[in-house]
C-alpha cells in the first residue's frame, strides 16, 4: 500500500493561523474534488476558525473517561474506518487522553500515514523537542508536551505560518486568539513582543536548516561539487596561533552581513593525530566561535591547504577567511609559498580573505632609540662576508689574468659595499679589510705574499675602508629615522590613547596605568595617593588573567627583592611608581605628558566625586521643598476644618442641636482621620528616603492581601472585579506593607474609572515570578509620563487639591521594591491603565494541560 504524506503547518506561537490555514487548505482541496474529513480540530472558542470547518465533514470524537472526567479525543478506528483520500489532525504534539489507542497524536498520524491517508497537521515551534529547554530561557514556561525532531524531518512538507509579532498581539488584543479575561496576562508574559521576535526566528531558522539539509543530501546525491550561495557560509582556517581571535570575528563580520549567514571554523590536523597547536588556545578560540553562533570542526590531513579548501567545497563555503603567514620573508623565499598562495590557488570559486593580524602578535611597546641596526642585521653582515668573501676568492683566482685586476678590484669593492648595506659599519670594515688582504694575497704579484711594495696599494687599502665608512654611514643614517619615524608614530599613537581615555570618561586611571607599563616594557606600574594604591598594572597580571594585583609569591616562598623604584610626582594629589628597566631621556619626555594626563583625569574623577555627592543634596533639598510646601497647602485644609468643628463644640454663646453636634463630630473625625493619613504617608516617604522601611518576607497568598484591602475601601463586586485563580502560588512579600500598596493601586484605579465601570484585579503565574494586575478603563497615562507618577508630590492630572500629598504610587513603588518585587504601568487594553505588581514565588507549580499555552 502505497504511504501516506505528511504536511505539517508550523507555526512560531499560538495564534499565528495554523489551524485557520489547516482548514482553509481543507476546503480549497474539497473543492477541487478531494475526500476531505476532519479527523480532530481545536478552534479553542474562536469564531473565525470554527467558520472555516463549517462544510467539511468531522469524524465523531472519542469520549474517554478519566478520574471522573469525560475527556474527547481524535477517534483513529473511526477515520481509518472511513479511509478518506486526505485527514485533517490539529495539533500534532498533543498528548492523548490515558486508555487511547496510542499515547500521543503523532503516533495516531503515523497509522493514518501507513494506512495511506495524506495527513496536514499543525504544530508550534515550542513542542519541538530538540527546541524545548530555548523557548523555555525565552518565554519561561516549560513545555510538556513535545514532538521528536525526527517526526517533522521525516514529514514530506513543512510550511511556516508566519504572522508579524505586533500583528499577533493586535489580534490577541482583539480577542480573536484568547478570552477576554487572559488577554491581559498573555500580553504581559507569554505574547511579549521580544519573547514572539525570538519564536518567530526560532521556528523560521529552524525550516532553513532542514531546507538547507535537503539542499546538501541533493548535491551530495547528484555528485554537485561546486558551490551553491543560497546563503553566506564563512569558513574560518585555525592554526591555534594568537591570530585566530582576529580571524573568527572578521568572519563573524563577513557572515553577519547577510541574513541568514553560517561561520564555521576549521582547525586541521595530522593524520598520526599529533597538532603543533597548543590544546588551551584552540579550547579557548573553540568556545568564541560558539559564543558568536559558529560551528567547530576538526579536520584531519597532512596537506593542510588541500585539506582545507576540500572542507570548504564539502560545507559549501562561500567564503574562506585566513591569517597571513607568520614567516619572515627570508623563510618564504627559502622554503617556497606558503599555505596562504597554496589555498589562494586551489580554492576556485571560493573567495578567499587574507586577513593581518598583526594586533594579535603582543601588546604595543614602544621601539627603543639604543641603536640604529638591530643585532641580526650586524649578524647578518659579518656572515655575508665571512661566506661571501671566500667564494668571491674562489671565483677570482679561477679566472685570474695579467688584465684582470681591474675587474677583480670592482669585485671586492661591490662586495664591500653589499656588507655595508645589510650590516652597517662594523661588518663592511671587517669586509674592506679582509676583502683588501685577499685580493693583495692572492691576486696581486707576487702572490702568496702580504707584501705592500707599492704605496700606491696602501692607497687603494684605504680606499676600500672610506667606501666601507661612506655607505654605512648612509645606512646608518637611514636605519636611524628609520627608526625615529616608527618611535614618532608610536608615540603619536600612544598620546592619542592616552587624550581619547580620558575624553571618553572610562577608567581613565586603568588605563593610562596600564599603557603607560606596556609602552616603557615597564614590570610594574602604580598609582599612589597618601600612602594608598589608587591604580596597579604589572606584567604578572597581564600574562596570567584573573590574577589580583600585589600578590605575593605564597606562603614559605620567599620574595624576589624588588628593582628600586622611579617616582614621577602627579601634580599635587599623587605619585606614579615604576618599576622596570631605567627609562631615556626621550622616554622621559613622552612620560611627562602621560603624567599630565593622568594629573587631568584625577581632577575629573575629584570633580565627578563631588558632583555626585551633590546629587543627593540637591535630591534632598527639592524633597524637602516639597514637602515644605505640601505640608503648608495640603495639611491646612483637614487641620482647618477641624479646628472650626471642635471650636463650634467648645462655643458657649451658641445653641447646638443634637443634629448639629453630630454633624461637628462627623467633620472634625473625617478631618483628623485625614490629617492622620497624610502624615503617615508624610513618615512612610521619610523612611523609604531613609533606607529604614522594615520588611518582613514570608510566604503570602494574593488572596489574603486582596480581600482584605477591598474590605479596607469598602468595595464590592460592582467595583471590582476579581480574577485570582487558586492554582496561582504565593508570594515572598510583606502582607502588610503588599495590602497598603494595593490599597493605594486600588484608589487610584477606582479614582480614574468611568461611572459604572469596575475594576478589574487579576493574578498570573510567569516562571518563577506572579503578577497581580489592577486595572482600570480610565484616560490612562502617555509612555513618556509613566515613569512621572512615581515620583512624590506628583498628581498627574488633578486640577484641585483635596486628593492628597501625590504620594501613593510613589509609597507603593517603594514598598513593592523594599519587598524585592517591581511596579510597572502598562496600558490596559482597549484603553486605560493598569499597574503590575511582580513578586517572587515561593513554589512552583505545574502548566496545565493542552497544547496551547496557558500564559
Do not use: C
Not at 101 to 109: I, S
Not at 139 to 163: H, M, N, S
Not at 573 to 583: I, K, M, Q, V, W
Not at 629 to 639: E, M
Amino acid at each position: 500500500m502505497k504511504r501516506g504524506r505528511l504536511r505539517v503547518l508550523l507555526g512560531a506561537a499560538p495564534g499565528v493561523g495554523k489551524t485557520y490555514s489547516m482548514l482553509e487548505e481543507g476546503r480549497r482541496l474539497q473543492s477541487e474534488g478531494a475526500d476531505v474529513v476532519v479527523a480532530i480540530v481545536e478552534t479553542h472558542g474562536r469564531a473565525a476558525t470554527a467558520l472555516q470547518a463549517e462544510g467539511l465533514e468531522v469524524v465523531p470524537r472519542m469520549l474517554v473517561q478519566h478520574r471522573g472526567i469525560q475527556l474527547s479525543e481524535l477517534d483513529l478506528a473511526a477515520v481509518l474506518a472511513r479511509r478518506p483520500e486526505i485527514a485533517l489532525v490539529d495539533e500534532l504534539a498533543h498528548t492523548n487522553a490515558p486508555g487511547s489507542v496510542n499515547p500521543k497524536r503523532y503516533l495516531d498520524v503515523e497509522a493514518m500515514l501507513a494506512a495511506g491517508i495524506d495527513v496536514i497537521s499543525t504544530v508550534n515551534i515550542q513542542h519541538i523537542e530538540s527546541l524545548n529547554d530555548v523557548v523555555q530561557q525565552i518565554t519561561g514556561v516549560p513545555q510538556r508536551e513535545t514532538l521528536p525532531d525526527a517526526v517533522l524531518r521525516t514529514a514530506d512538507q513543512v510550511e511556516v505560518v508566519d504572522l508579524a509579532p505586533q500583528a499577533l498581539r493586535d489580534r490577541l488584543a482583539e480577542g480573536n486568539v484568547y478570552p477576554a479575561a487572559r488577554i491581559d496576562a498573555a500580553l504581559s508574559n507569554y505574547f511579549r513582543l521580544g519573547n514572539l521576535t525570538a519564536l518567530r526566528e526560532l521556528a523560521l531558522l529552524w525550516l532553513a536548516d532542514e531546507v538547507d539539509t535537503a539542499l546538501q543530501s541533493y548535491r551530495a546525491e547528484h555528485g554537485i561539487s561546486t558551490k551553491w550561495e543560497a546563503r553566506e557560509r564563512v569558513v574560518v582556517a585555525l592554526t591555534g596561533g594568537p591570530e585566530g581571535d582576529t580571524l573568527i570575528r572578521r568572519g563573524a563580520r563577513i557572515a553577519a552581513r547577510s541574513a541568514g549567514g553560517e561561520l564555521v571554523a576549521a582547525h586541521v590536523i595530522s593524520q598520526d593525530g599529533l597538532a603543533a597547536a597548543h590544546p588551551g588556545a584552540l579550547a579557548t578560540q573553540r568556545a568564541l566561535v560558539e559564543e558568536l553562533g559558529g560551528s567547530y570542526h576538526q579536520v584531519v590531513g597532512d596537506d593542510i591547504p588541500r585539506a582545507l579548501v576540500e572542507f570548504a567545497r564539502a560545507a559549501n563555503a562561500t567564503q574562506l577567511v585566513i591569517g597571513v603567514s607568520r614567516r619572515n620573508r627570508l623563510t618564504a623565499a627559502l622554503s617556497g609559498p606558503g599555505i596562504g598562495s597554496t589555498i589562494t590557488r586551489e580554492s576556485g570559486d571560493i573567495d578567499v580573505h587574507i586577513v593581518t593580524h598583526s594586533a594579535a602578535g603582543g601588546k604595543f611597546v614602544l621601539p627603543r632609540l639604543g641603536g640604529s641596526l638591530t643585532v641580526r642585521r650586524r649578524l647578518a653582515g659579518f656572515a655575508l662576508a665571512l661566506i661571501g668573501g671566500p667564494l668571491l676568492t674562489w671565483l677570482l683566482v679561477s679566472f685570474r689574468s695579467e688584465e684582470s685586476i681591474t675587474s677583480d678590484v670592482l669585485s671586492y669593492q661591490l662586495l664591500v659595499v653589499v656588507v655595508a648595506l645589510v650590516g652597517g659599519l662594523w661588518p663592511a670594515l671587517f669586509a674592506a679589510l679582509l676583502s683588501g688582504l685577499t685580493l693583495d694575497y692572492f691576486l696581486v704579484q707576487p702572490l702568496y705574499t702580504v707584501t705592500v711594495a707599492e704605496p700606491l696599494h696602501l692607497f687603494a687599502l684605504s680606499l676600500y675602508l672610506v667606501n666601507a665608512l661612506l655607505v654605512s654611514y648612509v645606512v646608518d643614517q637611514a636605519a636611524r629615522r628609520t627608526r625615529a619615524a616608527r618611535r614618532a608614530a608610536a608615540e603619536s599613537e600612544l598620546l592619542a590613547t592616552v587624550a581619547g581615555s580620558v575624553l571618553r570618561g572610562e577608567d581613565a586611571l586603568q588605563a593610562l596605568v596600564t599603557r603607560t607599563r606596556e609602552a616603557f616594557g615597564l614590570d610594574t606600574v602604580r598609582l599612589l595617593a597618601g600612602g594608598a594604591v589608587l591604580v596597579e598594572a604589572s606584567a604578572a597580571d597581564a600574562a596570567a588573567p584573573g590574577g589580583t594585583a600585589g600578590g605575593t609569591a605564597g606562603p614559605g616562598v620567599p620574595d624576589v627583592a624588588a628593582p628600586p623604584a622611579t617616582m614621577v610626582p602627579i601634580g599635587s594629589r599623587a605619585t606614579l611608581e615604576l618599576t622596570g628597566p631605567d627609562l631615556a631621556a626621550s622616554e622621559r619626555r613622552l612620560l611627562s605628558v602621560i603624567a599630565s594626563q593622568i594629573d587631568a583625569a584625577l581632577e575629573h574623577r575629584d570633580l565627578a566625586q563631588t558632583a555626585s555627592e551633590l546629587g543627593p543634596l540637591e535630591e534632598a533639598d527639592r524633597m524637602r521643598s516639597a514637602l515644605l510646601a505640601a505640608v503648608g497647602h495640603d495639611l491646612r485644609r483637614p487641620l482647618a476644618a477641624a479646628t472650626t468643628a471642635i471650636s463650634g463644640l467648645r462655643a458657649t454663646d451658641i445653641t447646638l442641636t443634637d443634629s448639629d453636634r453630630t454633624e461637628l463630630l462627623a467633620t472634625a473625625g473625617e478631618s483628623l482621620d485625614t490629617l492622620a493619613s497624610l502624615v503617615t504617608n508624610l513618615l512612610d516617604v521619610s523612611r523609604l528616603q531613609a533606607g529604614a522601611l522594615a520588611v518582613s518576607l514570608g510566604p503570602v497568598d494574593l488572596a489574603d492581601v486582596v480581600l482584605p484591602a477591598l474590605d479596607e475601601l469598602g468595595l464590592g463586586p460592582d467595583t471590582v472585579q476579581l480574577d485570582l485563580p487558586v492554582e496561582t502560588a504565593p508570594v515572598l512579600a510583606d502582607p502588610g506593607l503588599l495590602q497598603r500598596a494595593v490599597v493605594n493601586l486600588l484608589t487610584n484605579a477606582i479614582r480614574f474609572s468611568p461611572a459604572g465601570t469596575p475594576a478589574r484585579v487579576s493574578a498570573s503565574r510567569f516562571a518563577d515570578t506572579v503578577q497581580l494586575r489592577i486595572m482600570d478603563q480610565g484616560p490612562g497615562i502617555p509612555a513618556d509620563r509613566r515613569g512621572d507618577v512615581f515620583v512624590p508630590f506628583q498628581r498627574l492630572g488633578d486640577t484641585d487639591n483635596a486628593t492628597g500629598l501625590g504620594l501613593g504610587l510613589a509609597l507603593s513603588k517603594g514598598f513593592v521594591e523594599g519587598m524585592g518585587g517591581t511596579l510597572e504601568a502598562d496600558d490596559t487594553p482597549g484603553g486605560g491603565l493598569t499597574m503590575v505588581i511582580t513578586l517572587p514565588a515561593v513554589a512552583s507549580t505545574a502548566v496545565p494541560a493542552g497544547n496551547e499555552v496557558s500564559p
